[in-house]
């Protein structure tokens, strides 16, 4: 979109294309893994689309927008969205998500692809970023329970510099 460059200015020096360039090196590295598995996908997965029985299995619900595709897309929708605050917002938890990952790993689910996982944040990130910007310039009264544009960019500044770090390795 021509506005990506407004929407990143509270981030700047980072840009839109260098996000990009961070995109095609991660998709790269992941084209040449062979531990790729196609995987049913919730594709939001969050605490409102959970439900809790009494012997504490936990049963999505909402599978409207099921895809498939690598399982650390629905990881990341743990990260972002798996914890609702006391207020009713979708919030980041790391702390929750490091504890479903140990979870997840223990339940038999294979470690995720650290690059897989970088290039899902990204994607997840600038894909609801930029539509929260959008509503935030059609519809500044709208509330709802997704996260302000300030935090995705919050997120996106700081999966910039984990992912050049990453790179590096």
């Not at 938890?93 to 490091?98: A, G, I, V």
Request: overall charge negative; proline content about 7%.
């Amino acid at each position: 979109p021509d506005d990506w460059d407004t929407i990143l200015e509270p981030i700047k020096p980072i840009t839109f294309s260098m996000l990009i360039e961070q995109m095609n090196i991660l998709n790269n590295k992941i084209d040449n893994a062979t531990d790729i598995v196609p995987t049913l996908l919730h594709n939001d997965y969050c605490g409102f689309n959970l439900v809790i029985n009494n012997d504490n299995n936990v049963f999505p619900l909402d599978w409207d927008n099921w895809r498939i595709g690598p399982p650390e897309c629905d990881l990341i929708r743990v990260l972002y969205w798996g914890t609702i605050s006391k207020d009713g917002y979708r919030i980041a938890s790391k702390e929750r998500f490091d504890s479903f990952i140990h979870g997840y790993l223990d339940a038999g689910g294979k470690q995720p692809n650290p690059y897989l996982l970088a290039l899902s944040k990204l994607y997840f990130l600038l894909l609801i970023g930029r539509l929260q910007y959008g509503f935030s310039q059609t519809m500044p009264e709208r509330r709802d329970a997704f996260p302000s544009v300030e935090q995705y960019l919050f997120h996106i500044r700081n999966l910039y510099h984990e992912v050049a770090q990453l790179l590096d390795e």
